[in-house]
């Protein structure tokens, strides 16, 4: 980093209680940090540490007797050196926080600073006076304008009915006329579909009146023809009535979700009264058995009424698997009977200058224990409702418990663990230790640590692994959701770890073992032995399956035949670079295999190359149609991936591809509005393309007619989306994209990318709301206009302008 100081002569000393007086000010464009000091008292020569989070910061060389020093993880701190001069009221001092590069991102603004003073280190004085100065758009109003134009404008009488496309639809003449509601019948069995169902139609007349209708709504569990899957459904509405058929009450749950879409769009409830239904018939099943999203709440905690919140949205789009990130380095979010250091220490944040007490801060949590995105866990009671509120909605609910690398929490809390029982002289201080204490491995780790390690050369690794396994197991028991597979992590082990540590060097000598390779097979051999005590099979990500091999000179992952016949399944989330077709590969050679692609379905990828627009850059940026054009068994269609450099899937292959899933990795989402604009809408181009058949453009091989058909497809679902499946999700945060504007002749022109959202619009500089005009065709005002997508409940989405002159 470079450092630009105006300080004056050093003056008293600034007290703790005027730390917060300190004024920060990132500029996005320039990537640098001013910061001033607004008190009268001089922030002094020596004594003080500015702690602060950044994410791909650049340390460098000091100037001006400033220094930033990587602690660990993303965290950092300014420090002043010997002939630092102290720095007066109204003086700044100014430092360069980011190497330059092609996208400067907001994810970027350090964050979370905070004053220690050496004379009391335990004493943190938060900064809140923090602004972001913002870069311009890089991408112009006149370009989105154009991409929008793949799309077409469809009147709402020819949305599809139904979402995501079913297998089979045939539209009949005619609708069913619904003055009240209908009567709702189903067997005993089928006690939470009633209540679904009865909350579906809730809205639209009031209670009670079902007691009068003369139409009934039959739910039923029987054979769908044809249909081996048990989430299979018929729907048919006609004159008498509707009657919803599933294999399995999961089948009458997905019925009755595409009959909420039959249902006219009134989010908030108003307005009850007749209904009328087309009469149609569906026969659906979806093509993927798995069809899964992850959340990761261990970088920034999300509560549970955020995660049943989200457990609802994935019921109604037919998303079927919960897998919860519930570990990590950051945090440990899960209560463990037995183990109160886990959650008492590795789910806690904030500055501590001892050892042992709580976890450092992380992704701007501040240094307050109390912050709750980065301190946080679910007690034994609120995981077992999360279980449960899963479960009546079919979801099957899949914890990740990350090993050996990612567990940087676990350690700290282990260790922690250890340290106090043998200070007191207390038997078994070592029983669930989880480093060796004399490791001097060295390595760096993907988000920049070097403890973040369980070490395999440790006896009581295995009995911590084995213990918290019981009771996650027990748990899912206890709500009646048992557990049929743990998610085991495995991921992104950094190069150097093990290596200097006596106890796993001697693992490796006494086992015969080849190095680092053979003592990974070693541990999950262990760990699969553990989980097999408790009934369980292994999942984990890619790397639980892989290994590293030369090819062409370069260093890629390959099979592991070591785990080949081990029924283990893998998620493959690595689809860059060499490992582009490495899903493929791992499922050739017989992995039961999750796509996960990260330029795809990472769904804290930014959506676009805007400075302001939020989320990471590291997998490009993923737009809706980055998501709706995968083709899981081509992914080289639509996709500019030269195919004749990748291994094609075989038909063994398909077989062994379970399922999609996407995920929201949350170090840049700290709040339920941010993690609702990344998911949506781009979580339901993901539910499309897990549930609805292949489509048609992806099997056509004119490409003038793929495209053609590709054009038709995407119009529709772009347009349903805007018009029908979005304003029916009531208050969700769903992202509204700055719309597309052109100015030709004298007039100008207006897009968006989910057609059929209102526009509104202005000329005399202010902001579009609700109260604006409508954008009903090309705005012939002159000056400055600007535009913006208004949400059903009045929201506003991004703004964009350009001149008429």
């Known amino acids: 980093m470079i450092f630009k100081s105006t300080i004056g002569l050093a003056l008293l000393c600034m007290t703790a209680s005027q730390a917060a007086q300190l004024q920060v000010r990132w500029d996005q464009q320039s990537n640098k940090v001013t910061m001033t000091n607004l008190e009268p008292a001089p922030l002094p020569a020596t004594g003080w540490s500015i702690y602060f989070n950044c994410m791909e910061c650049a340390t460098g060389a000091s100037q001006d007797k400033v220094a930033v020093e990587h602690v660990a993880g993303s965290l950092y701190r300014l420090r002043p050196q010997t002939g630092f001069a102290g720095l007066a009221k109204g003086q700044a001092l100014e430092f360069g926080s980011h190497k330059s590069a092609a996208m400067t991102k907001i994810y970027k603004a350090p964050q979370g600073f905070y004053l220690v003073y050496d004379n009391m280190p335990?004493?943190?004085?938060?900064?809140?006076?923090?602004k972001i100065l913002p870069q311009p758009d890089l991408i112009s109003p006149q370009e989105l304008y154009q991409r929008n134009e793949q799309a077409d404008v469809l009147p709402a009488t020819a949305l599809p009915p139904i979402f995501p496309t079913p297998l089979k639809l045939q539209q009949g003449q005619g609708t069913l006329h619904l003055a009240i509601a209908p009567a709702i019948i189903a067997a005993p069995a089928l006690k939470a579909e009633r209540t679904l169902a009865e909350s579906l139609l809730r809205p639209y007349w009031p209670k009670g009146a079902a007691r009068l209708a003369r139409s009934s709504l039959r739910l039923a569990i029987g054979q769908v023809e044809g249909q081996a899957s048990p989430e299979a459904y018929t729907l048919e509405v006609d004159a008498k009535g509707i009657a919803i058929t599933g294999n399995s009450a999961a089948g009458v749950a997905n019925g009755l979700q595409s009959l909420r879409d039959l249902l006219p769009v009134r989010p908030d409830g108003r307005a009850s009264g007749p209904v009328?239904?087309?009469?149609?018939?569906?026969?659906?099943?979806?093509?993927?058995?798995?069809?899964?999203?992850?959340?990761?709440?261990?970088?920034?905690?999300?509560?549970?009424?955020?995660?049943?919140?989200?457990?609802?949205?994935?019921?109604?789009?037919?998303?079927?698997?919960f897998h919860f990130h519930l570990t990590d380095d950051e945090g440990w979010r899960l209560e463990i009977a037995g183990l109160p250091e886990l959650t008492g220490i590795g789910a806690v944040r904030g500055h501590s200058n001892i050892s042992g007490v709580r976890l450092q801060p992380a992704y701007g949590s501040g240094p307050s224990p109390n912050d709750k995105h980065g301190s946080g866990f679910y007690t034994r009671a609120d995981y077992l409702e999360i279980l449960r509120y899963a479960a009546a909605r079919h979801i099957e609910v899949i914890p990740e418990i990350e090993m050996p690398g990612h567990a940087r929490a676990a350690v700290q809390a282990m260790e922690a663990r250890y340290r106090r029982l043998k200070a007191a002289g207390k038997p078994g201080a070592g029983q669930f230790l989880l480093n060796d204490l004399e490791d001097r491995s060295e390595y760096r780790s993907a988000q920049e640590y070097n403890d973040n390690v369980i070490n395999p050369g440790l006896e009581s690794s295995?009995?911590?692994?084995?213990?918290?396994?019981?009771?996650?197991?027990?748990?899912?028991?206890?709500a009646g959701a048992p557990l049929r597979t743990l998610h085991v992590g495995g991921d992104e082990l950094p190069l150097g770890a093990w290596e200097k540590s006596p106890r796993s060097q001697s693992l490796i000598a006494s086992r015969n073992l080849q190095g680092t390779a053979g003592l990974w097979n070693y541990f999950y051999d262990r760990v699969e032995a553990i989980l097999r005590r408790q009934g369980l099979a292994a999942s984990g990500w890619e790397e639980l399956g892989t290994r590293a091999e030369m090819a062409e000179g370069k260093r890629r992952q390959a099979p592991n035949p070591h785990f080949m016949q081990?029924?283990?399944?893998?998620?493959v989330w690595n689809n860059t670079g060499n490992a582009a077709d490495l899903g493929y590969r791992l499922a050739n050679a017989g992995y039961d295999t999750v796509l996960a692609p990260a330029t795809r379905f990472y769904l804290d990828m930014t959506y676009n190359k805007n400075p302001g627009e939020p989320g990471a850059t590291w997998a490009g940026a993923t737009d809706i149609d980055a998501i709706y054009d995968y083709v899981p068994f081509d992914h080289t269609k639509r996709s500019g991936i030269p195919a004749a450099v990748q291994e094609r899937l075989t038909?063994?292959?398909?077989?062994?591809?379970?399922?999609?899933?996407?995920?929201?990795?949350?170090?840049?989402?700290?709040?339920?509005p941010e993690m609702e604009y990344l998911l949506l809408p781009r979580l339901l181009a993901l539910a499309e393309r897990a549930w609805a058949?292949?489509?048609?453009?992806?099997?056509?091989?004119?490409?003038?007619?793929?495209?053609?058909?590709?054009?038709?497809?995407?119009s529709g679902f772009v347009n349903v989306l805007g018009q029908r499946v979005l304003p029916g999700l009531g208050q969700v945060n769903y992202r509204l994209a700055p719309p597309g504007l052109k100015q030709e002749g004298g007039k100008v022109y207006a897009n968006h990318d989910l057609p059929g959202v209102p526009l509104h619009y202005t000329s005399d500089g202010s902001d579009p709301s609700a109260a604006s005009p409508l954008v009903q065709g090309p705005i012939a005002e002159r000056g400055l206009i600007k535009v913006a997508a208004i949400g059903h409940n009045g929201r506003q989405g991004w703004v964009s302008r350009i001149e008429n002159n």
Do not use: C
């Not at 798995?290 to 998303?319: C, H, I, P, T, W």
């Not at 081990?566 to 998620?571: N, P």
């Open 651 to 672: 038909e063994d292959g398909k077989r062994h591809i379970l399922g999609l899933e996407g995920a929201l990795w949350t170090e840049t989402v700290r709040t339920r």
């Open 276 to 321: 009328d239904l087309p009469i149609l018939s569906v026969t659906d099943a979806p093509r993927f058995a798995y069809r899964g999203f992850m959340l990761d709440v261990s970088r920034n905690f999300q509560d549970k009424e955020s995660v049943l919140r989200l457990l609802d949205l994935m019921a109604r789009f037919k998303l079927n698997a």
């Open 693 to 714: 058949p292949e489509p048609a453009w992806a099997i056509e091989a004119d490409p003038v007619k793929a495209e053609a058909l590709h054009r038709s497809a995407w």
């Open 122 to 130: 335990e004493q943190a004085q938060a900064i809140g006076d923090l």
């Open 566 to 571: 081990r029924g283990f399944k893998v998620y």
């Open 462 to 478: 295995y009995t911590f692994i084995e213990h918290v396994v019981k009771q996650v197991a027990a748990l899912h028991r206890e």
